[in-house]
């Protein structure tokens, strides 16, 4: 009830699990990686291991996922988990201007902490973006791939038990990210982000208005993606750098060496 109060009624913005908390002496820069759905901030663990040591890493559990709260309340949507990040970073003293990586749900995440709080930040890695135009608009090139997605986005609220299934055997397959644990206690918030976040975004036309420079990654395998979309946004922000990598959606084996490399070039 008091949690309800505070973070409900009062609009206290929830603080956050966080995974890596590397804090160097002498910090020539700092990323915030932010994970995809379904995911932990452990998901980023290959990439972090291959960075700098006098770096400032933060990589942190979303709301809804992981060791974070999980409030069956909650709309799960951009804003709520962009509050709780930078409530999460001011707790931890954060005295610099963040590079910040997202992956898949992240990313869109990402785009909204860049839009509320542009002076904590000083560049976007997106990757994985998965950015749909407005629901209902099919007066352009890739619009049935959007309605196709959201469609199968919305199996998931028929079937919640079904896909949770699905998802444990594409786990031991090796076709998700090790990090990935969806189960009975967290398909609510799964849910609850897949249409706050992904079905009914705006993030795609948030990241037409930003200012900072954006590098964004595509795997040519991913299933999730829509490429017109990203190629859309790169057309129409000049601040947008699009790279293509053999790869899916998860950020493994290449994937990872690419996305190392850009952050080395940026820190």
């Given at each position: 009830m008091?949690?309800k ?64 709260p ?25 005295n610099r ?6 992956h ?33 608009d099919?007066?352009?090139f ?31 397959a ?8 969806l ?85």
């Amino acid at each position: 009830m008091l949690d309800k109060l505070v973070h409900k009624w009062l609009r206290v913005p929830y603080t956050l699990e966080v995974r890596y908390n590397q804090r160097p002496t002498k910090s020539k820069a700092a990323i915030l990686f932010i994970h995809g759905i379904g995911n932990t901030g452990d998901a980023w663990r290959e990439v972090i291991a291959k960075m700098p040591e006098d770096v400032t890493i933060y990589s942190i559990d979303l709301l809804g996922f992981g060791n974070s709260p999980k409030p069956d309340w909650a709309k799960y949507d951009t804003t709520t988990q962009a509050k709780a990040i930078i409530a999460t970073l001011l707790k931890l003293q954060l005295n610099r201007r963040l590079i910040v990586v997202g992956h898949s749900l992240g990313a869109l995440v990402a785009v909204e902490v860049a839009r509320r709080y542009p002076i904590l930040v000083k560049s976007l890695v997106l990757c994985s973006p998965p950015f749909y135009r407005p629901d209902g608009d099919r007066r352009y090139f890739g619009a049935v791939k959007d309605a196709s997605l959201r469609q199968l986005y919305r199996e998931v609220h028929k079937y919640p038990k079904q896909f949770v299934r699905i998802s444990q055997l594409a786990l031991r397959a090796g076709l998700l990210n090790s990090s990935f644990n969806l189960n009975d206690e967290n398909i609510a918030s799964y849910i609850a982000s897949l249409e706050a976040s992904i079905i009914n975004q705006e993030s795609l036309a948030h990241a037409l208005t930003l200012k900072k420079p954006i590098t964004i990654f595509q795997g040519l395998l991913d299933p999730v993606v829509n490429g017109a979309n990203l190629r859309y946004l790169t057309a129409n922000n000049k601040k947008v750098v699009l790279k293509t990598v053999a790869a899916g959606h998860e950020v493994r084996g290449l994937y990872v060496g690419q996305v190392v490399k850009a952050l080395k070039g940026m820190v």
